[in-house]
């Protein structure tokens, strides 16, 4: 099924500034001309903010900013602009207690901790754990909440500082949120291959499922480094604390640390919970005799199927389906089943075997159909992409209502959207998802925002991205001029957006000079830099390597 948290706007013009994940794309490597020309567009667009009299637009506004500079590995500017954040909030902060009400202060959290946690957590998204970390230490790091603490020290693992990351998730109170940062850290070092930091972030952690899990990741890590032995002795010793855990249930609801494919069912002990994870890990090592002996220890039957569901999924993998295939038969019918099923479709037909991956979608009963759409972005050959779209769009057809089919086709037109030999394809499916929310929308039926990905639900959004994504950026822009509050300034950047990455930067930046409103014109100035940037990156990618 499509991800409902796709919004058509963020993922069409890929204009989604405050995420982490674009903050963490290769840095670009521009010239000389490249970099004075988008540092002029983004010392306008910073003027210009100061100038807009909604602290709310201006506080996002900025934070763009901050993400811009981050791209452009401008960090001192970034540094500057999260300084402006803090101090504007602190002063509209001030000003709403005593009364004045600034207008936007309604958009945030009435609780300064609250507040300034959330920028030093978009601070820390963008790289930088200094700035984050300061304001986390002014507001005390007892207050704040654990979650901040934990983008930060998973931000400063990805940039190789584990010991700094120990230290800022030692002061998360919640043992929960603590367990989860470090294993965020233990990921992030097995990305940059660093396992000795991964093992010095696990010898923190005490007995536990989690540690557990964490160990096995570990041994799978030098596994794929060709370090069998050293996999092998973290195995066993991971084997070893699990068989010290509780054999029995913790007493009243238990809280699963974990996510099942298969059913948890009732209540069940710590120790089966990490025997699953030995099991795991000793399958992965080729120990099929061990891991089944390890599986058989496990009290709690639907921890014994989630551990074959497991099994599977390190067969698939490493793309030994056939060996997968009599593993799912043992599966009990149903969910379970159903799941690794379809896991094991999805990974055939990103292997090449199309047929087969197809055939074996087709087993999965009712409630569980595979994600095409999901599926064809990451096949590489065109043909293949376009017949899982075709499958995607027929689905689509067959949900029940209007409202049902728009969702399941924007998702399809969002992810067609990434690949330019569909682009024909996806204005197509575009304009009829269009079509589709506004017939659904006179009879009182609504898209939720965030799957058109803007701030309403009305189709007019969704359908000025569409224009300016088919080349129709003249009427976009008319129709965009049209609106008012928050929808005007995303449509506005949208546009400004896509007439930049085309390369026509001029025309973008005349498009930009035309506005008198600071708040258009700010949102103009964003969207034409961040397009340049998408351009830029889009010709890298398309170099010979």
Known sequence: MLNKRVGLGAALLEFTFLTGAMAQLAPLHLTPEQSAQLNRLAAEAQEAVMQVPDWGIERNNLMQLVLIYSKLSEQERAHVVIQVIRKKYEAASEANASGQNPRGMARFSPNPVMELSMIASEAAQFGDTKDALDIMQDIGYQDGPG???SIISTKQAQAGDTQGALQTAARIRSEGMWEQAIGEIIASDLRNHDVSGALAA????????QRVRQLAAIAHAQLLAGDREAATHLVAEAQK???QLPDQPPPGPHNFTFSYQCSSGPNHSPRDDALQFVAQAQWDLGDHAAATATRDQIQTPSLKDQTIFN???VDTEANRFAEAVPLVAQLPEGQCRNRANAALASAEIAAGNVTEGIARASETQPGFPLDWTSLAVKVKDPAVAAQLFARARAAAANAPTEIERAEELFGVAAMESSKPELHEAYCQDSAEAIR???????????LPPDVLGFTSSDPSDAEVV???NCGHLAEAKAMALQEEGDSRNEEIGGIAFKEAENGDLQGAEEWAN???SPADRVSALLGIINGGLSQLRMQAQAKPK
């Not at 696990?202 to 499922?209: D, I, L, V």
């Not at 589709?436 to 609504?446: F, P, Q, S, Y």
């Open 436 to 446: 589709l929310t506004r017939e659904a929308h006179t009879k009182g039926e609504h």
């Open 514 to 516: 035309s506005f008198t």
């Open 311 to 313: 099994f599977v999924m």
């Open 147 to 149: 979650m901040t603490l």
């Open 241 to 243: 604390t699990a068989l």
């Open 202 to 209: 696990a010898g923190q952690m005490a007995p536990s499922p």
């Open 466 to 468: 569409h224009l300016a």
